[in-house]
């Protein structure tokens, strides 16, 4: 099967959790004998240099990288009030990543035309008029459900109402592509149900982001008393909004209880406002040159998420490397671990603060559920069963004759 994979950023280095997705899959879909091409936005934000790519990326028949400078800027953003077009999905539009993707088009026939996210919708048209292939929306989550969550959680003000608008204007192209597509791939059951309740009636499959599990090695620690951590893309408002939550009104409170607890937090492109004060027990790293090591050397993953949707691949790759896990409901979504058994759970300041104590004071616990969590991963989240099931799914709608010119 012959597929052409479209990105809003290079799916490399796996520092993050779209990179991961994106790679995993492919490199499944590889494993499966499909012929696999990508073409990548290299943005100003997340340029790559396609020249240190290591050797041993080479799931993909071929690369394409066009240069797109999607940055906020503030002209264009005070322009886009008087319009009524996404402010979110137009700075991926790009005239010069149009033209590389209508040469690929020219030059081979696919099968499948798998879009990374919502912020590829923009080039359905353009796809339907260069090909016969099937386009998959791969969402990854609900996208104008995150900003949702987080105008909610921002202080009244300019800046909520700012907010506002971008996110009805984000829900409204969310919800005009929805059926757009030929197939809807969603990474959780639940996102593929809220998006049934907003209209979708294409052909569905969830499809969760599954891990090379050879990639991740369990190594234990040796502390005598349990250390904290937190590793996520601090640039990520959803990340951030829970950070400071963390350190605001948890830390101080375990602190009181657990005076030799110690907090390490990691993540690139740490805010100002994290740097500039100082913080009891409190390590900040920045970027860290490897994710997995990082984890490796702490005891317990504290994730904070309080907005946002789809999966949290972090989540993954701690309960995969035997971590115990301390999250929201919220970040947990699509990942169905039970609290006490392969995670834990909380979803306010006191029961977060109860957690952390406890995990402080029973290490024997720690390792009871960090063993189970592994296990866990390994028999729901193999990335190659995931991508079997994919590919069954896309042999079955390119066979179908039912489903054809769905977006036509």
Known sequence: MRILQLCKKFPFPLKDGEAIAVTYLAQALHQLDCEITLLSMNTTKHFFDKSTLP?????????????????????????NLFSSQSYHIS?????????????????KEYDIIQLETLYLAPYVDLIRSYSKAKIVMRSHNVEHEIWKRITENTSLGAKKMYLSLLTRRLENFELEYLNKYDMMVAITERDLNFFKQLGCTIPAHVAPIGLELKDYTIEATEHKVPTFC?????????NTEGIEWILEKVWPKVLEKAPQAVFHIAGRNTPE????KEWKNVVIHG????????????????????????????????????????????????????????VLI?????????????????????????????????EYYDNLSIGKRLLDFYSELISSPSVSSVGN
């Open 55 to 79: 050797k041993d990326f080479n799931h993909y028949e071929s690369i394409h990288l066009v240069d797109v400078d999607n940055r906020v800027k503030a002209k264009d953003a005070f322009l």
């Open 91 to 107: 700075r991926f539009v790009s005239p010069k990543f149009q033209l590389k993707l209508i040469e690929l088009l020219k030059a």
């Open 230 to 238: 937190f590793i996520g893309s601090l640039d990520w408002m959803p």
């Open 273 to 276: 406002n994290l740097l500039a």
């Open 287 to 342: 970027e860290v040159p490897d994710a997995a090591d990082f984890i490796n050397s702490h005891d317990v993953m504290l994730v904070p998420l309080f907005s946002g949707s789809g999966m949290r691949v972090k989540i993954l790759e701690g309960m995969a490397l035997g971590k115990v896990v301390l999250s929201t409901d919220l970040g947990l979504e699509g990942i169905h671990a039970k609290h006490g058994e392969q």
């Open 346 to 378: 909380a979803n306010t300041v006191a029961d977060f603060v109860n957690e952390i104590i406890i995990c402080s004071q029973q290490p024997n616990m720690i390792q009871a559920i960090g063993t189970a969590a592994s296990d866990f991963i390994h």
